[in-house]
Each structure stands twice: as C-alpha cells, then as structure tokens.
C-alpha cells in the first residue's frame, strides 16, 4: 500500500513539473536524463522517435537537435502538432510505415533513432512483457534500416523473459550498450532503456534480422512455437506467444 502510494507521488511529481516546463508528458524527463548521462542525440541530428504521442520525447529531441537538425516521430495515435517536427501516423510493424519514414528524411540516413514504445497494457504482466519485447526488437529492425553508422538507438524495454536475446542482438550490432533506468522512471521497476551508441558498419553478406534472431532465441527457450502454420513471409514480430 505504501509503496503504491509512494510510486502515485512520484508519477504526479514528474506530471506535474512535466506541466510547468511545457513538456507534453513526464516521459520528457526519462529522455533528458538518457541524455546527461549518455548523450545520444547530437546537434543537427536528424532522430526518428518511435512511439511518439503525445510527443514529450519529440519535444525534448527537437531541443537537443536545434535549428539545423530534423526530428520525425511516428505512432498509432495522430499527435498534436509540435513546431519543427514531422509527425506521422502509422504501425511500425508496417513496411509502408518504414517507407514513409524514409521518404521522409529524403531516404538518408538517420542518426539516432529513440523509442518509447509501448502497447497498451492489459495488466498481464507476462502478455504486456511479451508484446513490449517485440515491439522494442521491431525497433531495433527499423534502427538498422534507417541508422547511418555511428548512430545511436535507444528502446525501453520491460524486463523478463527475452530480454537477454534483444542486448545481445544490440550488442553485436552497436558497440556501446548499456541499461539506464531514469530517475523519472524508477518508480516503474520492471522499465528499463537500452542505449546503444555507435552503430557497427554492416560487414556486408546476408545477416538473419534482430527479429529472426530474437524469435529463434524464443523459440529455444520454448517460448514461442517453432512450427507456424503461416508462411514465413506472413509472419510480422513473434505473435504467437504461448499463454
Ligand atoms: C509511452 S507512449 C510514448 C510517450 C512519448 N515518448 C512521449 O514522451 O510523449 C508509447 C507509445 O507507443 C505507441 N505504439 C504502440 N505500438 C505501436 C506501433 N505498433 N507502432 C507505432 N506506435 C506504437 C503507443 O501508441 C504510445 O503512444
């Protein structure tokens, strides 16, 4: 009960000073702290923010960016304008969303692509976990496509079962990775951000996608089955998690 309340303070604390300094959500504060400590987004960056509304993120990244840079952000959800950035709507499991967000920057490269991603949870613990480490490996999918190398990614991530999969595959593409956990969002234990910095130049040959290669971790651990009925080209993420 006490830590129940204790955690109710802090969120309306962070609201709160959220409100007064004119950010959109006290997940600003998470993305400000990422930054003191590891610096991600340069100025003059163009940065991709992925799971963007209501856009506290893309406010803060606009900031650290500056005049010369570019900040895209992209949800489900339709985001209210913010001056100076481009803000688009679409399923990131999607390939026409990817290409959007290509065309958009004028199909260079991005320097650092931020994710906040989250579903909407069911209070499930082991379902929201599950969806979440798929939507953070679909991030990690869309930062090697998008990401010039050297560039950085950050993804929040919950922690539980896969998440061991998704640092290694982070690790062997980035050669800094590292688990913050913001002041802003130590009230949420199980959340944690992976920053990952410098983003390896891709050594050429076919490589299995940070997908392919988390679903059959997945598929080791018995958690997801291995034999689908659908082709493996009807298969977005790892669906079909067993309950
Ligand atoms: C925690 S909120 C992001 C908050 C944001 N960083 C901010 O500071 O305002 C997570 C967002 O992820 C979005 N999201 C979830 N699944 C998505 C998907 N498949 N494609 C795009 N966005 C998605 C949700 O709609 C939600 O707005």
Request: proline share 4%; glycine share 10%; with cysteine.
């Amino acid at each position: 009960m006490a830590k129940r309340w204790y955690q109710d303070h802090q969120r309306d604390t962070w609201r709160r000073q959220a409100k007064s300094s004119g950010y959109r959500a006290r997940s600003a504060f998470k993305l400000k702290q990422i930054q003191d400590r590891h610096s991600v987004i340069r100025t003059g960056d163009s940065v991709l923010d992925i799971g963007c509304h209501p856009g506290g993120w893309t406010q803060v990244a606009l900031e650290l960016a500056g005049d010369g840079g570019k900040v895209v952000g992209v949800d489900l959800r339709a985001t209210d304008p913010i001056p100076g950035a481009t803000l688009l709507v679409g399923d990131i499991m999607a390939s026409s969303t990817l290409k959007l967000i290509q065309e958009e920057n004028m199909g260079m490269d991005y320097n650092s692509v931020i994710s906040d991603i989250s579903p909407s949870l069911t209070g499930r613990y082991d379902t929201d976990q599950a969806i979440s480490l798929e939507l953070s490996t679909m991030a990690l999918e869309v930062a090697m496509s998008l990401l010039a190398p050297g560039g950085s990614f950050v993804t929040k991530a919950f922690q539980g079962t896969g998440i061991e999969l998704l640092v290694r595959a982070c690790r062997s593409r980035f050669s800094f990775v590292r688990r913050f956990s913001p002041i802003a969002s130590r009230n949420a234990s199980s959340e944690v951000y992976l920053v990952c910095k410098n983003k390896k130049p891709s050594q050429g040959g076919a490589r299995s996608s940070p997908i392919a290669e988390i679903r059959s971790g997945l598929e080791e651990l018995g958690v997801v089955p291995g034999n689908q009925e659908e082709s493996e080209e009807s298969v977005v993420g790892f669906r079909r998690y067993v309950g």
